[in-house]
């Protein structure tokens, strides 16, 4: 009785939403790390997914095997170091979170010396083996790497605009956490907009934009401990995590969270609309390429590319600094791979 009635549970409760299932090749780049297992498991059962691969220059193979086991439809297969080649066969989204973590006293732009050639290499290998495939990067720094890895598809001949994007996802996760924890109400009914890049002060919430954070803002110094709170909830789990690593369990979730959005929107459902670090007119006339900001997902990756909407002053201020922030990160980018 208790058997089949958790059985039914499980089923019932499907981590993610699923209205237009269909299967979907994805492919995960650095499988083995902190990030790529639980991703990995989460990726396994999500029910868009058709083939699941998993690759990483160290242990892809056995974390394949392990979550090959989980009875969701999915098949998994593990790559070894020598077979990018083959795990990026027939990829339609893939999945980057290869490459280091912060250690305490680090910014994410002091990651940028290795994982720039990391993500440089990876991108050369998708945009030849798997040119039309969606490129999710979570490495850090993500505002650099977006722009190296456009550069890179463009130098290939194959780049499209609407198929790279950074994952910014965590930020709204968290902006959306926090603001629920202060006002005693559901995560899921207090959406939060995080837009600007994802590092520190270009990380700008847009809690004028929910409604259930009204109060948070008429009170100054709450509101900028929240802010504060939001742009540098890296460096919390940085620092509690005492030099093992940045997180891994929440971007596991946030980066499922964001593939499963973009698979809704490959699948056909209308709608989908969520933040991501991608390449946007928006503030081109500043001088920005790239920005975060709520985008719809369809078909062909990002569909529409949504305006910032209504903001206070203080958040126009916000979004000035990052801007600034953000024209920097992206000219170190560029020149690298120049
Ligand atoms: N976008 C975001 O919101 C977030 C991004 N991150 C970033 O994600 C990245 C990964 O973090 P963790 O998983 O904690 O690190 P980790 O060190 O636990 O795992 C990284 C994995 O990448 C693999 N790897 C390294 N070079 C590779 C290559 N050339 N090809 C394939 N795999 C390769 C390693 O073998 C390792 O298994 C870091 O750069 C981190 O800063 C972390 C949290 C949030
Ligand atoms: O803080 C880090 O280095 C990892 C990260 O991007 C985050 O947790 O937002």
């Keep these: 009785m208790f058997a089949r009635n958790a059985v039914r549970t499980l089923t019932q409760t499907r981590q993610f939403s699923s209205s237009s299932a269909r299967g979907i090749n994805v492919t995960v780049l650095g499988a083995g790390g902190g990030?790529?297992?639980?991703?990995?498991?989460?990726?396994?059962?999500?029910?868009?997914?058709?083939?699941?691969?998993?690759?990483?220059?160290?242990?892809?193979p056995g974390v394949a095997a392990d979550v090959s086991h989980i009875d969701a439809a999915s098949e998994v297969k593990g790559f070894a170091a020598d077979k990018l080649d083959e795990a990026l066969d027939g990829a339609?989204?893939?999945?980057?979170?290869?490459?280091?973590?912060?250690?305490?006293?680090?910014?994410?732009?002091?990651?940028?010396?290795?994982?720039?050639?990391?993500?440089?290499?990876?991108?050369?290998?998708?945009?030849?083996?798997?040119?039309?495939?969606?490129?999710l990067i979570i490495t850090n720094p993500v505002n650099s790497l977006v722009p190296i890895a456009s550069r890179v598809y463009e130098k290939a001949g194959v780049y499209d605009p609407r198929r790279i994007f950074g994952v910014s996802t965590l930020d709204v996760v968290r902006a959306t956490r926090f603001l629920a924890g202060l006002t005693g109400t559901d995560p899921a009914d207090t959406p939060v907009t995080v837009v600007g890049g994802h590092s520190g002060d270009t990380i700008v919430p847009l809690f004028s934009q929910s409604p259930s954070a009204k109060a948070i803002l008429g009170d100054k110094e709450k509101y900028e401990a929240l802010v504060h709170r939001v742009q540098f909830?890296?460096?919390?789990?940085?620092?509690?995590?005492?030099?093992?690593?940045?997180?891994?369990?929440?971007?596991?979730?946030?980066?499922?969270?964001?593939?499963?959005?973009?698979?809704?929107?490959?699948?056909?459902?209308?709608?989908?609309?969520?933040?991501?670090?991608?390449?946007?007119?928006?503030?081109?006339?500043?001088?920005?390429?790239?920005?975060?900001?709520n985008i719809e997902l369809g078909a062909n990756g990002v569909e529409k590319i949504h305006p910032i909407g209504p903001i206070t002053a203080r958040e126009e201020e916000l979004l000035q600094v990052a801007i600034t922030g953000l024209k920097q990160n992206i000219e170190k980018g560029y020149k690298f791979i120049e």
Excluded: C, W
Excluded at 247 to 270: D, H, P, Q, V
């Design 92 to 135: 339609e989204v893939i999945v980057v979170p290869a490459g280091v973590p912060r250690k305490p006293g680090m910014t994410r732009d002091d990651l940028f010396a290795t994982n720039a050639s990391v993500l440089r290499d990876l991108a050369t290998t998708a945009a030849r083996v798997a040119p039309k495939a969606n490129l």
């Design 35 to 60: 990030i790529g297992q639980p991703l990995s498991l989460l990726l396994k059962l999500d029910p868009h997914v058709k083939n699941l691969n998993l690759y990483d220059i160290r242990g892809a």
């Design 233 to 293: 909830g890296g460096d919390e789990v940085v620092q509690a995590k005492a030099g093992a690593g940045s997180a891994t369990l929440s971007m596991a979730y946030a980066g499922a969270k964001f593939a499963n959005a973009l698979f809704r929107g490959i699948s056909g459902e209308k709608g989908v609309i969520t933040p991501s670090f991608v390449r946007s007119n928006l503030y081109e006339a500043q001088g920005v390429e790239y920005i975060a900001s």
